[in-house]
């Protein structure tokens, strides 16, 4: 299967580029400029590395798959309004372009890998999670033009390099081997459910805030 990866530079998507499963599919690294490309060529050279101005071959391939880790600001602090809006514009640009020529071959499958924070988010991070929401819900408008894409969209609590026994708080954790494992899962399989929380730490979460949801019901 060939895997076109957005975000190839962060923890996860390099965790899951180098999980033993995936010698079994072929990778397609997004590189944003000139630099990137050199630098991830260097770093990964068994996967093919592309710039948004690179066409891509369809043909021949056994599946077609968009992974996208790194949709949005990258921290939840981070508030840069035209930034995030130039970066978004142009990576969305380019990934509907890949769906909409993937579509014509074939299936497409596309994993986004967001945050449980976009399903119920603090005050504080209501920007971050906001625009892990609105990613989604342009991906999702994606499937009126193009009946061939499926859409998986993960949310993960914290991602940790691996669990260990001797710090009970990475238990609650998903490591990125994990995750990794999930997303190869989910291209795969296909038809799967939409929308997973993944570690025990999102549940959790979610359970606390509709607790308090429910508690907002009984206020003045």
């Not at 033993?20 to 991830?40: I, K, N, S, T």
């Not at 924070?117 to 999670?129: D, I, K, Q, T």
């Not at 999930?182 to 038809?191: E, I, K, T």
Request: with cysteine.
């Amino acid at each position: 299967m060939r895997i076109l990866v957005q975000g190839p530079r962060t923890r996860l998507a390099r965790a899951i580029v180098s999980l033993p499963e995936a010698g079994q599919h072929e990778f397609y690294l997004l590189a944003r400029d000139a630099a990137e490309v050199v630098q991830l060529a260097d770093e990964f050279p068994r996967a093919k590395v592309v710039s948004p101005q690179s066409p891509l071959d369809f043909h021949g391939a056994e599946g077609f798959g968009v992974l996208v880790c790194a949709a949005g600001p990258l921290h939840a602090e981070s508030v840069e309004w035209d930034r995030d809006c130039a970066n978004a514009d142009r990576d969305l640009r380019f990934l509907r372009g890949v769906v909409e020529e993937g579509s014509a071959h074939g299936p497409v499958r596309l994993v986004y890998v967001a945050s449980v924070l976009a399903c119920f988010p603090r005050v504080e991070r209501a920007y971050y999670g906001g625009w892990k929401s609105l990613w989604e819900g342009l991906f999702h408008s994606w499937k009126g033009g193009c009946p061939c894409l499926e859409v998986a969209v993960l949310f993960p609590g914290r991602l940790v390099a691996e669990r260990v026994w001797w710090q009970p708080g990475t238990w609650l954790h998903t490591s990125y081997a994990q995750a990794g494992r999930v997303v190869l899962q989910l291209m795969v399989a296909g038809h799967a459910p939409h929308r997973r929380l993944l570690g025990w730490d999102s549940r959790m979460l979610l359970l606390l805030r509709g607790f308090q949801t429910f508690c907002m019901v009984f206020k003045p």
